[in-house]
């Protein structure tokens, strides 16, 4: 039973970890979790002498438990062997800091750890479930999801991809790598509205049963690319070991020295990957959450009341302008002794009221792990300049909010704690920003389009504009439709054949 999945708001829904992965999301709305995380451990001694790779294939062992282990072995092998460094995500010393880069993959953020492995998996749990089925893989995106679910799941067999984005909310080159997309399953809408109305929607059609019937009676299921997909998650937890590991490797730490890790985040899916390997028995100090202007987690943690009745902001770094982190609600329900219950309450209210208060006992439960802060877009800007004047480092505009709040974590508290700040783009996702964050807006506003921008930016700094990325100028667009948000069911319909 303990390696079973369950839905965070009802225990009696039970599933295998390959049927987690196909359903994406539990019948009820819930978030599938295991029960028994917490008494799974990894062995972080024999982990010292392995690659990332065999670190990847012992790690979704214990989360994904019912794959065959020469299946993982496949899927692993497959799936990391489009990065552009044999380490994955490695570890480089910036400053007082230590900085995971995750950007090393084929669409240059973190994303593609998990959404190379995602499609494999997801494959294979068919075949482990007898699933002959069509998987519709239904995702929303703030920017960095979609082109890694697109990349991960172009031409897989028996699967058709939607990713929905903010067709306002992401940066010309977010843009340009969805709507430049290639193979004959791959859909992309950009809808009138903010991340949390896609994210929304894209809840919704997974809630209608009328649409979910018609998909079956036409032998075609939905699943989902986003973090609310255990498969999609469960990857994410290995570079918080990796880390610790390089840091070993570093004569940095000892083995059982505790650490921090911090996260820039909006969904809360890469810091709960933490927080995951914390329970898995990897010694974090500090889990430190980093937002944006869009502060609702920060808020949240340091009151217990989350409220998403707020406006949102367009910000430097969109891929975290997010009102509505969906993966909290897997925190809480660890955090809440696994009260079902209570998660289901909390959830009904938010979807009502826009609010909820969780009990005393719970948020000195998350406080005792988490600690939260923000930086605003001139204090992620001044921040990048700073450590590219002091280190020479060039960090995209998310690790620039994580930096920011790393230092003034340690400056109000003294810590003195290893820290591994988790670089989640490279910083040529969002050129035109680092630019002028590191040589002026004026000097980028001379530049005629985010393409000069990108290339002045390298010959500045030295840094080499990664291929897929100095590529997209020449890719003509192939996806151009945007929609209302009550159109996306349209759409969906659409895409599989069933308007």
Avoid at 187 to 207: E, L, M, P, R
Avoid at 285 to 310: E, H, M, P, Q, W
Avoid at 373 to 401: C, F, Q, R, S
């Amino acid at each position: 039973m303990n390696s079973l999945y369950e839905s965070t708001r009802n225990k009696n829904i039970l599933v295998s970890s390959s049927r987690a992965v196909l359903d994406g999301l539990a019948p009820d709305g819930g978030l599938f979790v295991m029960r028994g995380l917490d008494s799974e451990k990894a062995d972080i001694n024999s982990m010292l002498s392995m690659s990332y790779i065999e670190m990847a294939q012992y790690i979704l062992g214990i989360l994904l438990p019912d794959f065959p282990e020469q299946t993982m072995r496949d899927c692993v092998h497959k799936a990391y062997s489009k990065f552009d460094t044999p380490e994955i995500t490695p570890l480089v010393k910036v400053g007082d800091n230590w900085i995971l880069e995750l950007f090393h993959g084929p669409t240059c953020a973190f994303k593609d750890v998990a959404l190379q492995m995602l499609p494999r998996l997801v494959t294979a749990s068919k075949e482990l479930n007898g699933d002959s089925s069509e998987t519709v893989i239904l995702t929303a995106t703030s920017g960095d999801t979609g082109k890694a679910a697109l990349e991960g799941f172009c031409d897989v067999k028996n699967t058709k991809i939607i990713v929905f984005y903010p067709s306002d909310g992401v940066s010309v080159v977010q843009k340009a790598q969805m709507t430049t997309q290639s193979g004959n399953n791959t859909y992309v809408c950009g809808i009138k509205g903010d991340f949390d109305d896609a994210q929304t929607g894209v809840k919704k059609i997974f809630a209608d049963n009328s649409v979910k019937e018609l998909l079956n009676s036409n032998n075609k299921h939905f699943s989902s690319a986003n973090s609310i997909n255990v498969g999609r998650l469960a990857p994410q937890v290995v570079y918080y070991f990796y880390a610790y590991k390089k840091l070993i490797d570093n004569n940095a730490i000892k083995i059982g020295d505790k650490i921090n890790f911090a996260v820039p985040t909006g969904n809360f899916g890469d810091i709960l990957a933490g927080r995951y390997a914390q329970m898995l028995g990897l010694p974090i100090n500090k889990l430190i959450c980093a937002s944006n202007s869009n502060n609702v987690l920060f808020d949240f943690i340091n009151t217990g009341v989350y409220n998403r009745k707020r406006e949102l902001s367009k910000t430097i770094s969109p891929s975290m302008d997010i009102l509505v982190s969906s993966n909290l609600e897997r925190l809480l329900y660890y955090a809440s002794g696994k009260d079902n219950e209570l998660i289901s309450t909390l959830m009904k209210n938010l979807a009502q009221n826009g609010e909820y208060t969780v009990p005393a006992e719970m948020l000195k439960q998350i406080q005792s792990e988490f600690y939260a802060g923000y930086a605003n877009d001139a204090m992620t800007m001044a921040t990048l300049k700073k450590y590219y004047d002091e280190t020479a480092y060039v960090a995209d505009t998310h690790t620039g909010v994580a930096l920011n709040v790393t230092d003034a974590y340690k400056a109000a508290t003294g810590d003195k704690t290893p820290t591994v700040v988790l670089s989640t783009a490279s910083p040529f996702k969002f050129s035109n920003s680092v630019y002028s964050a590191l040589f002026g807006a004026d000097a980028a506003a001379k530049l005629h389009d985010e393409y000069a921008v990108m290339e002045d930016l390298s010959a500045r700094t030295g840094c080499a504009i990664p291929a897929p990325l100095a590529e997209l100028k020449n890719k003509p667009i192939r996806h151009n439709t945007v929609c209302a948000k009550n159109e996306m069911p349209d759409f969906v319909l659409k895409s599989v054949g069933l308007e």
